[in-house]
């Protein structure tokens, strides 16, 4: 796959708005069901994040060598941005309806594969090959909840970048809400308006059917919907007003209900873990990377409650890359429990 390299300019900045900065703690775990009028209910049983306290420095990546390590990101790395396609490919970036960190590279610069490893190939215009162009947020760059609110700092060991995608103003885009709008956005960019995801009682919630004006009302305890507006344009605003309507009613049971059972062996960038619960989690497989000996090198990235910024994933300070053994029956994650093999799921 080619890449183009150019340095941003001034509509880089017309596509992205300031983030506000507060401090908080972080809540473990993704929500079951989620309302516009009230927030997630927050789990009982696990207790919070504790508060900063400072971090010793980064130790150095055991999975590159030490000039890389010592280069940090590599060289162009800041120049990597062909914003018209940039634009065409990501189309939120120029949606200012709700604003968004400034995109500075794409994942894949700034995660060049472990040494021994090779970055697997991928179906041109597919899930994986948006994910590994993913754009990111400048190094430094803290996870923000909805409310603008600090979660992980930024020098965090566990976190690796923050994409450059909003997380909207309300607590919605969770968990698997994440995976299901990185999803959303690449089946739009695409040109497909075919976008349909589940509810948690099963009820199917088309794009179509919010196009036409119908709107989801909950009634009786029972989910529906329900001719409420006008019919709207398929455009982007759209298409973000609609997935806050799924955010409100999906969760990990739905996302894993919906999406296709995944063998270790099949696994590629854009599969995903979930474990559905009262929280559950799920992370996505943004890339992959086949090393020797049947070793897997995966970056893994996740949405959280309350809504954050989406984050890639570190294992260990200093390393961005989970290296997954063949003899592994779980691959392991900072903030959840392992997730089983079992646990695999694709969207298609």
């Known amino acids: 796959m080619r890449h183009h390299h150019h340095r941003p300019t001034a509509r880089a900045l017309a596509v992205a708005a300031p983030l506000a900065l507060a401090l908080t703690l972080a809540q473990p775990g993704c929500s079951v069901e989620k309302t516009h009028a009230a927030p997630a209910p927050q789990p009982a049983d696990l207790p919070p994040e504790p508060a900063h306290t400072p971090e010793p420095a980064p130790a150095p990546d055991p999975t590159q060598s030490a000039a890389q390590a010592a280069a940090g990101p590599p060289k162009g790395a800041e120049q990597a941005l062909d914003l018209d396609r940039l634009i065409k490919n990501y189309p939120w970036l120029s949606d200012s309806s709700r604003p968004h960190p400034l995109p500075a590279h794409h994942l894949h610069h700034r995660f060049p594969e472990p040494p021994g490893y090779q970055r697997v190939e991928l179906e041109e215009g597919g899930f994986g090959a948006f994910l590994r162009e ?178 890639v994933l570190r294992p260990a300070p200093g390393q961005a890359w989970f290296i997954v053994e063949p003899a592994d029956q779980a691959v392991a994650t900072p903030f959840w429990a392992p997730f089983p093999w079992g646990s695999l799921r694709r969207l298609s």
């Open 134 to 311: 993913l754009p990111l947020a400048a190094p430094g760059t803290p996870v923000l909840s909805y409310r603008g609110a600090t979660i992980l700092h930024k020098d965090h060991p566990n976190l690796a970048a923050v994409a450059a995608i909003d997380v909207g103003d309300a607590d919605l885009q969770q968990c698997a809400d994440s995976i299901i709008r990185l999803h959303a956005e690449w089946a739009f960019a695409r040109g497909r308006r075919d976008h349909s995801y589940r509810g948690a009682s099963g009820l199917e919630l088309p794009f179509s059917r919010y196009l036409k004006g119908e709107r989801l009302v909950y009634r009786d305890k029972q989910l529906s919907w329900q001719s409420r507006g006008k019919p709207r344009r398929a455009d982007h605003i759209t298409l973000r007003d609609y997935l806050d309507s799924v955010f409100a009613w999906a969760n990990t049971g739905s996302l894993a209900g919906q999406a296709q059972k995944i063998p270790r062996e099949q696994l590629r960038p854009g599969d995903f873990f979930v474990v559905p619960g009262g929280p559950g989690h799920a992370v996505l497989i943004l890339d992959v990377a086949a090393g020797p000996e049947g070793r897997l090198a995966l970056l893994l990235g996740q949405g959280f409650m309350p809504a954050q910024n989406f984050q």
